[in-house]
């Protein structure tokens, strides 16, 4: 057997080896690749001395070690670049219940236990950990303060607080007087800070953990302390910046119309008109339209002019981008913008003068649109009208119309120009998915919901959805001939593995979904056309949704799969969305013959770390490699407009899980007092443990286990993500009915657990 003579290394060799396998190395390592390289030497020093704690000349000797090394490389503009990762694997720190440490590495998913000399590092910190030795290198603080829900200790003590949606062990409340004073309830949401002089070692694994009490938020059936409480834990902002209200408050009441005009379009004589909810407080848009002596109609658009108020750079501007959106709850509301702005010098309020960019638009009989053109103007809304309202007044019922100050010709001429765009969607074969929204009918106190019930979305929702889609699809055309780079409102196609699943729930139903790897808007139209009418179709609907991708704000233009169309972008609600602002700035640039290039003020790490994020970074490499293309430099427009995609991208996400969470709060609180009723359901998912239901007629999402199913053996069914059972062959799968009991429901975790009736 022969053998291989094993390399002699030099000392030099033995040294760098030495050298990359020390905690020093590998935590400077791991600080470089955290700030992003290549980088100046200057900010690669600067970088080593505030995160590893070094001086200068500490600093200085470290970088160049590691040069040495050949831990880093040099390019020929003197720009440092890391050339190795020395088996270094980043994940999240996390605590088991009885506090033991461990990371979860992202890329893999899998889990590491950890020492227990972990008391400097806090629950969500990023890590950089040795492959070989699972030794902690590194750790950025994600995540200091913690929502918390509180526990009474002796002597009627409140010392101790359970995290909210959290694996986090108890946490032991620590140096306030409110503590000891007794003046803290059982169950009290309180904001509690961790720090690592909060970590304080113990064998007791239930007193690991300790937190400053920096807010009581109020007790826990109160809704505006469960809003707080959610906001803090998706990271909401819900509190405007000092300088933010100062400069809300400077801006003037009411419009300067004699110093407007100069440079707008006066459009106050055209009888705009809003339609919105009853509810509706900040109103972004206003329509009118008349036909055209060929048949065709003029359309106007008429949308806030927020650009004009939001300078950039301002202190309104960052905390908009911070933001990115308005959140909306049952009952409330986190705007984007203060007040003043939102529903009042921005909002198209009926009587006034406001400031707008507006789209005019010529749209054929064939519902196309054939000219457009954008341009700022003065508008003075006539009425503002509700979607009751106007859907009553097409019905042969114009009284509460005409009351509002309503025109029914005007809004008849609308209702024919909605039957032409709607003709249009369905010769381009756009998806028409017929979803039911649900809301929560509040108590006066708005503590409780008094029922929940279906939203009606008819004709005159629509009528708006329409004349709105047909704005964004001209600013987005608008973009795209100016070869400007913005924002794009993008929808990928479904990924391979959500059409094999779907595909295989349809198989059950005797469906088939065509296209091969690619289908096509249009092959999703078929499934819906053969269900139409069938009391299962709301069931196959529900399946087809749930195969789609997320739609995502990218200045990458990949289309609009679902709308089927090859490009769109949000231009209508800058009010309540921040990439609708900047579509909004970018296009007054373009009409001023200026470049408008936006800034980033807000840390976007978290945001390009979730898994939002994730998700666009590997679509924008995909997006390079199929141009043939380099990623972007740093620093660059198209980099710089990536980002931002990815804040506003993520920020959406949080808004919808924070209302989401409101939601299964309020739903959980109204189910708790049906305990031991039965209702009926409709499977919504099924892995092996169960199976998830949502309430027929409230829209109550909860949980069925397996053995609550029936009293005999059931099978899971990967492929089919179905239970079949062995005895009598009933199966469950997604979209099937069943009667079920409420058995147990958990307001704190959201949780409404069922058995099969």
Known sequence: MATTKKKKLTKEEKENQSFLGSHDALSATAALIEAGTPLTKDTALETLKMVCGLDAAQASKLLERLGRAGVFAVNAKGMCKVACYGGLRRGVLGYTRMGRAYVTFEEEGDRAYLPDDLYDLLPGDVVWVDGVDRFVLLARREKRTWVCSCSRGGRRRATAAHPLGSNVPTID?????????????????????????????????YMHLKGKLTNVLGTSDDARAQILATSARFEVPYEFSPQTLDEAQALPETVDTDAEISSRVDLRDIGFVTIDGEDAKDFDDAVWCRRNLDGSWRLLVAIADVSHYVTPGSALDKDAQQRSTSVYFPGFVIPMLPEKLSNGLCSLNPGVDRCTMVCDMIVGTDGLVSAYQFYPALIHSKARLTYTCVWNALQGDADELSKRGGVLSDVSELYALYKAFAAARKSRHAINFETREMQIVLSEDRNRAEA???REHNDAHRLIEECMLAANTCAADFLLRHKTVCLMRVHDKPSAEKLLSTRAVLASWRLTLGGGDSPTASDYEKVLAAVKGKSYAGRIQEVLLRSMQQAQYSPDNIGHYGLNYPAYTHFTSPIRRYPDLLVHRTIRSILLKKKYQPEIFVDDAAARESRTGQQMIEAQKKADQARGAKAPRKGSSLELWRRLGIICSAAERRAENAAHDIEAWYKACYIAR????DFKAVITGVIPSGVFVTLTNLYVDGFVHVSRLGHEFYVYDEQKSSFIGEDTGRTFRVGGELKVTVVDVDVEARKVDFRCV
């Not at 003046?183 to 002089?197: I, Q, S």
């Not at 049906?674 to 009723?677: A, D, E, F, R, T």
């Open 452 to 454: 929940i019930m279906p």
């Open 173 to 205: 409340i620590i140096g306030n007087r409110k503590v000891f004073e007794g003046e803290l309830e059982e169950g009290d949401l309180v904001e509690l800070e961790l720090t690592p002089e909060c970590m304080v070692p113990t064998n007791d694994p």
């Open 674 to 677: 049906y305990i031991g009723k």
